[in-house]
Every structure is written in structure tokens, then in C-alpha cells.
């Protein structure tokens, strides 16, 4: 059974800095692309940032140089760093896991940044 459990959600102040974590579990870890999306309130999905196997990132302009995603291999495990946060990147952050033709979900972790 494969699981992807968020955390570190929670409600901070604008500048504020936050560190998502996701616990995955039932698939070969080291080989999926992982990445963090986001769907702020009545809007649609949008990617944050992804890390490749090898290391590789990718992140949307609007985060650029304030959020950091990181994988460490021997936990299963991948990060989100957010700092200097913004009324804006409120939302719930999900965490996904993308190999090939398999694709997993976690359940969503609310951070709401307060101006």
C-alpha cells in the first residue's frame, strides 16, 4: 500500500518560514521525481517545485528563491522549505510521487499565511 503523509502545515505570520515534510511509504523512493503543489483556496493545482531522482529541481517563478525542496533517500522522505512566506502561498500543499505511469497523491497539509 503505497502512503504519502504530509505535515508541517500550520498558520504563521507574512515573513514567517515553515518546513513541510512527506513520509512515503510502498514504492521504491529513490527512483520517483518527487514534488510539492499547492491549491490555494478556489483555485486549480499548481506546482511548486519538483526534485528528480538525481537531484534535479524545477520550481514555479512565484517561489523562486524563498522555498527549497529537498529528498533525503535513506528516510523516504521529501522536504519543503518556505521561507520569507506571503499572504499568497496560502494553501494546501500536496506531496506527490511520479514514476513512468504510476502517480500517488498525499492527502494535503493547510499552511495559511496571516498579513
Known amino acids: 500500500q503505497v502512503q504519502l503523509v504530509e505535515s508541517g502545515g500550520d498558520l504563521v505570520h507574512a515573513g514567517g518560514s515553515l518546513r513541510l515534510s512527506c513520509a512515503v511509504s510502498?514504492?521504491?523512493?529513490?527512483?520517483?521525481?518527487m514534488a510539492w503543489y499547492r491549491q490555494p483556496p478556489g483555485m486549480q493545482r499548481e506546482l511548486v517545485e519538483g526534485i528528480t531522482s538525481n537531484g534535479r529541481t524545477n520550481y514555479a517563478d512565484s517561489v523562486k528563491g524563498r522555498f527549497t525542496i529537498s529528498r533525503d533517500n535513506a528516510k523516504n522522505t521529501v522536504y519543503l522549505q518556505m521561507n520569507s512566506l506571503k499572504p499568497e502561498d496560502t494553501a494546501v500543499y500536496y506531496c506527490?510521487?511520479?514514476?513512468?505511469?504510476?502517480?500517488?497523491w498525499g492527502q494535503g497539509t493547510q499552511v495559511t499565511v496571516s498579513s
Open positions: 506527490n510521487a511520479k514514476w513512468i505511469k504510476f502517480d500517488y
Open positions: 510502498g514504492i521504491t523512493f529513490s527512483i520517483y521525481t
